[in-house]
């Protein structure tokens, strides 16, 4: 199953590229510039990825993004997820990236931009791998850091596709960063955010409502709400869902509670992507050999799963 699984020609559209980091690039990027890490081997910080929730995972997560200083070590991280797409038939990747992480360490916005994108230009090039770039705002900061990031970015516009919303949702709303997706919306970028992983489904009624987005990330606490799953299906609003991510996080206590087929039955435009792969353990494949392994997923059910990632491409 899993070599069929991973020859089904499939889109991935929720994805952090700072949560590719695998631990031996970690390490290789702390030697390169001289940084210490507060673990003492790669053995030591994969055992450190043990998380309660969401928080515990993004203290970790931010605290690798710190060895990525320069454009080329932003090129290799790029490069090396995707080599991992062609690798496992990915065709189409939309990536996040959130630039405040880098920008708050002093950080050049055009230095993060500029080794990502040369990085995916090379992979569409050399790899046949296209794609589309998401900024994504951290959602723990303010309205005003969003806008100065906007405000930074709009210089660089033909390097990113969309606007996104990640980061600590419980607390967060997404009714707090009406104004800037409405001014990135006017500039002329789709809207996606995530809402519904930790979030209730209040999250994802302000996600559509208040940001007019086109996608929800994760979106999972949608079953819990009959006339928002009413109103997802008749829009036919694609959820990424991320199964391994869920269960890491303690989303659902194991993968045989994840509701991700029950909603595919329902009717809704859910997919199938990896998060944060190196924190997650797996890429777009093991996440969909988890959906088989742990609740039965039939090799037709991967097919429309796939399908709906394709169809809920931003770039075609
Ligand atoms: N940033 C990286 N992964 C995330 C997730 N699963 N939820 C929110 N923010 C994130
Ligand atoms: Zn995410």
Redesign the pocket.
């Known amino acids: 199953m899993y070599d069929w699984l991973n020859a089904l020609p499939k889109a991935e559209l929720?994805l952090?590229l700072?949560?590719t980091l695998e631990p031996e690039l970690l390490f290789k990027l702390a030697e390169r510039h001289g940084v210490a890490l507060p673990w003492g081997d790669v053995e030591a910080l994969r055992a450190a990825y043990n998380f309660g929730n969401?928080q515990e995972?993004?203290d970790l997560?931010y605290a690798g993004a710190d060895v990525l200083r320069t454009e080329q070590d932003f090129y290799d991280l790029t490069w090396a997820y995707l080599q991992k797409c062609k690798e496992q038939n990915v065709i189409h990747t939309e990536p996040?990236f959130?630039p405040q992480t880098h920008t708050d360490r002093g950080i050049p916005f055009e230095v993060v931009v500029r080794g990502i994108t040369q990085a995916l230009s090379d992979g569409e090039r050399q790899l046949g791998v296209t794609s589309g770039l998401i900024l994504?705002f951290l959602?723990h900061l303010s309205e005003d850091a969003a806008q100065a990031t906007l405000d930074q970015a709009l210089p660089f516009r033909d390097h990113f596709v969309a606007v996104g919303l990640?980061?600590?949702?419980k607390g967060h709303p997404p009714s707090k960063f009406k104004r800037v997706f409405a001014r990135a919306r006017a500039e002329g970028f789709p809207a996606v955010a995530?809402a519904g992983?930790?979030g209730p489904p209040e999250y994802i009624w302000e996600a559509l409502d208040q940001l007019g987005v086109v996608r929800i990330?994760?979106g999972v606490r949608a079953f819990e709400d009959e006339r928002l799953m009413d109103r997802l299906v008749d829009q036919q609003i694609p959820l990424t869902v991320?199964p391994l991510?869920n269960t890491k996080?303690c989303v659902f206590d194991d993968m045989s509670q994840h509701t991700i087929l029950k909603m595919l039955d329902r009717g809704l435009k859910v997919t199938v992507n990896s998060?944060?792969p190196a924190y997650f353990g797996g890429y777009v494949t093991e996440n969909f050999m988890a959906l088989h392994e742990g609740l039965g997923m039939t090799q037709a059910q991967a097919q429309r799963l796939a399908q709906n990632s394709l169809d809920a491409r931003l770039v075609k």
């Open positions: 929720h952090h700072e949560g969401l995972f993004l997560y996040f959130d994504s959602r990640d980061s600590s949702e995530h992983e930790e990330d994760h991320c991510s996080l998060d944060d």
